[in-house]
């Protein structure tokens, strides 16, 4: 990549930042033991809540992690040894809850899909019904799958279940609705949907999640991610630990021009917008449509005339300096990944529409 070249970038995360976000990560930061941070810290908490829809007794933790370190501090928190979790297991990020557990020594009950494919709660096995919580991304992006969580909201509630859902790359593309699709933790972050540098991890809980969490902070061998201790600080818009203080301030502006402009619906039809944009403009090129549920947060892709996959990827950053999202493992020479999260359009989206129909006239 020559960085001295304007670049175009389709990664679902990091995403295109808007330019207000980015100015805002230029300021010096201030001491944050203040109450002008609890305060930007506890509004921007209001903000969030109105966006999943959760209700007034829902709490937002912020963490110093990636999503990843979100999800161990969740499995660690939310499970025990004496508890199993049920996985649905449709891809990279799926097996991440399944190897969270196994690390963690958490009893797993893995639901594994074939890469691509929806979930049918009706063929989750029994052993389903006998876990305490279940643990699904929301959208598997590595496959590109949107799973219905509405539908495994409601199978977690009939059978007990308490319903755990990682929206790293859902928030702020696809509905989301704590309270009907009855989540109890969410776990987001901030370089998809919400288009920030990387570096906070958040996590929206229900009341039931904050008492599991209040009960077991006693047994938990952990300090960093000991979330009652979050919680407790959260109370006074306080972290324990040192939060990612430049990521923090590009959040509440972001959270404040959302609000101004349409919230979370406006946000959503902008990504289905582009999403239905691209697809259209790209037919006719030798690319299928890998997911048979795609999200509107991207769009995976086949190659269906004998090309690699992770090939086209480089090519594509060689010649025309955009960047796209190459698979791993299985995948890697069979799917590749288009985000349309963050601040695209369709004029942005254009510069790749067009590359790919340079590359494939060659």
């Known amino acids: 990549m020559d960085k001295n070249k304007e670049f175009y970038i ?7 930042m808007p330019d207000y ?7 010096q930061l201030p001491y944050f033991r203040t109450d002008d ?14 966006l999943v829809k ?23 928190n939310l499970l025990s040894k004496t508890e199993t979790a049920l996985v649905i297991n449709g ?3 799926g097996q991440r809850f399944v190897d969270l557990c196994r690390v963690l020594s958490v009893p797993c009950f893995e639901h594994k899909l074939p890469y691509g494919e929806p979930l049918e709660t009706a063929a989750i096995a029994a052993g389903g019904a006998r876990s305490a919580t279940m643990l699904i991304n929301g959208h598997e992006t590595s496959t590109g799958v949107l799973f ?11 059978n007990g279940l308490m319903h755990v859902v990682d929206a790293i790359s859902m928030f702020l593309t696809d ?7 009855n989540i109890d933790a969410l776990i987001l972050s901030s370089q998809k949907g919400l288009a920030l540098a990387p570096g906070l991890g958040l996590l929206v809980l229900s009341p039931r999640a904050q008492e599991k969490i209040r009960e077991s902070a006693a047994r938990l061998g952990s300090l960093y991610f000991r979330l009652a201790d979050y919680l407790n600080d959260m109370a006074r818009g306080q972290n324990p630990y040192t939060p990612p203080l430049s990521v923090m301030f590009q959040m509440y502006a972001r959270l404040k021009h959302i609000r101004a402009h349409g919230g979370a619906a406006a946000e959503i039809r902008r990504a289905q917008r582009v999403a239905a944009y691209f697809r259209a403009h790209i037919q006719g090129l030798p690319l299928a449509v890998f997911s048979k549920s795609p999200p509107n947060a991207m769009t995976s892709l086949s190659p269906t005339d004998g090309r690699l996959a992770h090939r086209i990827v480089k090519d594509i950053e060689d010649r025309y300096n955009i960047f796209v999202c190459p698979n791993g ?34």
């Open 21 to 27: 976000v980015l100015e805002e990560g230029r300021r």
């Open 175 to 181: 509905e989301i609705d704590m309270l009907k699709m």
């Open 148 to 158: 219905d969580i509405a539908r495994t909201g409601e199978y977690c509630s009939k």
């Open 91 to 93: 891809g990279t990020f």
């Open 329 to 362: 493992g299985e995948l890697r020479d069979k799917v590749f990944r288009v985000s349309h999260m963050g601040d695209i359009d369709e004029a942005y989206t254009d510069v790749l529409i067009r590359a790919l129909q340079d590359y494939y006239s060659r």
């Open 54 to 76: 959760a209700g007034p007794d829902f709490k937002v933790i912020y963490m110093a992690a990636s999503g990843t370190g979100v999800m161990e501090a969740v499995v660690l």
């Open 10 to 16: 389709f990664t679902p995360g990091p995403v295109k």
């Open 37 to 50: 941070f609890s305060r930007l810290a506890l509004e921007s908490q209001e903000m969030i809540l109105e």
